[in-house]
Nanobody
Framework: QVQLVESGGGTVQAGGSLRLSCAASGRTFSGSAMGWFRQAPGQEREFVAAISGPDGTTYYTNSVKGRFTISRSYAQNTVCLLMNSLKPEDTAIYYC?????????????????WGQGTQVTVSS
């Protein structure tokens, strides 16, 4: 059974940093794209960042470029999201997702596997 489990969420003041991790089990995702999405209350789930497999090309939504960094460990079957200079508008539940294909996508419908999410709250 495939599982994606996120960790690292929490509450931080504006300007602070958090590092989210996603551990995959049940299959290897070394050849698959993985991504992070987020959903704020009353809003649609939106794309944040993705990383292709196996070449590791990264993609970001414009609002997080220069502040967030996505990375992965093929050996540990994990993907991380380092979030710096956090803003109150970054507050959301953050979800890890994985495709069955190597090319990253910003479309949530392209991702087959999802974690349960981890809450990130940024106070002003």
């Amino acid at each position: 059974q495939v599982q994606l489990v996120e960790s690292g969420g929490g509450t931080v003041q504006a300007g602070g940093s958090l590092r989210l991790s996603c551990a995959a089990s049940g299959r290897t995702f070394s050849g698959s794209a993985m991504g992070w999405f987020r959903q704020a209350p009353g809003q649609e789930r939106e794309f944040v960042a993705a990383i292709s497999g196996p070449d590791g090309t990264t993609y970001y939504t414009n609002s997080v470029k220069g502040r967030f960094t996505i990375s992965r460990s093929y050996a540990q079957n994990t993907v991380c999201l380092l979030m710096n200079s956090l803003k109150p508008e970054d507050t959301a539940i953050y979800y890890c997702a994985a495709r069955s294909r190597p090319v990253a996508s910003a479309e949530k419908a392209e991702y087959m596997y999802w974690g349960q999410g981890t809450q990130v709250t940024v106070s002003s």
